[in-house]
């Protein structure tokens, strides 16, 4: 029966990380939200998954036996941590370098606006300058 239980422990923690991995999948194809608020809110979402997890776990194993509570317990902090290393990992391997393409063309394209904008600004300053000379 324990074996039963701590399989289904481990395979919830499984099926937390799927669930915050495709939710990082789908925000990036469906919406316009940028990489790193993805990654902190699936992080979170994972979490607090987790944390579910072993709040159920303690009230399964705590009337029974105390030390598969405390097993139970170091597993579920070491598969939050191997979980949440592993989530980071990969979506930077895997959407990092469209992000870091997505955001460097948004630089150059405000650099640019800027640019064109203060030219113009000194274009209309020297022209002004001009005409005040010449009055």
């Known amino acids: 029966m324990i074996f039963l239980a701590y399989s289904l422990y481990i395979a919830s923690f499984v099926i937390a990380f799927l669930v915050s991995y495709y939710y990082i999948h789908y925000t ?3 919406s316009t939200i940028h990489l790193h608020a993805n990654v902190i ?18 009230l399964y194993t705590f009337p029974t ?10 597993l579920g902090v070491w598969l939050i941590l191997i ?11 895997k959407f990092k370098k469209e992000e870091t393409i997505t955001f460097a063309k948004q630089i150059w394209n405000t650099s640019k606006e800027k ?21």
């Open 65 to 74: 036996k105390l030390t598969h509570s405390y097993i139970g317990l170091q």
């Open 83 to 93: 979980s949440q290393l592993i989530l980071i990992s990969f979506v930077l391997y």
């Open 115 to 135: 640019l064109a904008k203060t030219s113009q600004s000194i274009r209309t300053l020297s022209k002004i300058q001009i005409k005040k000379s010449r009055n």
């Open 41 to 58: 809110t699936a992080s979170v979402m994972q979490l607090s998954i987790h944390s579910l997890f072993i709040f159920v776990w303690f």
């Open 28 to 30: 990036r194809e469906h």
